[in-house]
């Protein structure tokens, strides 16, 4: 069945960076578009990054523009979300999701697969 294993989360001083990686299995990676959200406590989850199937587009919402990079290995059926300058707001369960296309990826109900989650804890 198919499976997305989210890694890297952790606890981090503000600042500071982290890697999250998101491994998937038993899907043909390189026909989904991936996409990175994100949900704090008592908030909605909120969409933070996307890459199109091949890596040649990518978006990230302003929030976290020049500080977060989204990039996928198709070899490695990974997709990874690079955070640096990482900011208390920044703290939530980070979730890799997996969708046809990158058009219209805000859209959390139209992913047809989701990871378990990462927690990022930023401290100021």
């Known amino acids: 069945q198919v499976q997305l294993v989210e890694s890297g989360g952790g606890l981090v001083q503000a600042g500071g960076s982290l890697r999250l990686s998101c491994a998937a299995s038993g899907l043909t990676f390189n026909t989904y578009a991936m996409g990175w959200f994100r949900q704090a406590p008592g908030k909605e989850r909120e969409f933070v990054a996307g890459?199109?199937?091949?890596?040649?587009?990518?978006y990230v919402i302003e929030s976290v523009k020049g500080r977060f990079t989204v990039s996928r290995d198709n070899a490695k059926n990974t997709v990874y979300l690079i955070m640096n300058n990482l900011k208390p707001e920044d703290t939530a369960v980070y979730y890799c999701?997996?969708?046809?296309?990158?058009?219209?990826?805000?859209?959390?109900?139209?992913?047809?697969?989701w990871g378990q989650g990462t927690q990022v804890t930023v401290s100021s």
């Open positions: 999701g997996a969708r046809e296309w990158l058009y219209g990826a805000r859209d959390p109900s139209t992913y047809d697969y």
């Open positions: 890459i199109s199937r091949t890596g040649e587009n990518t």
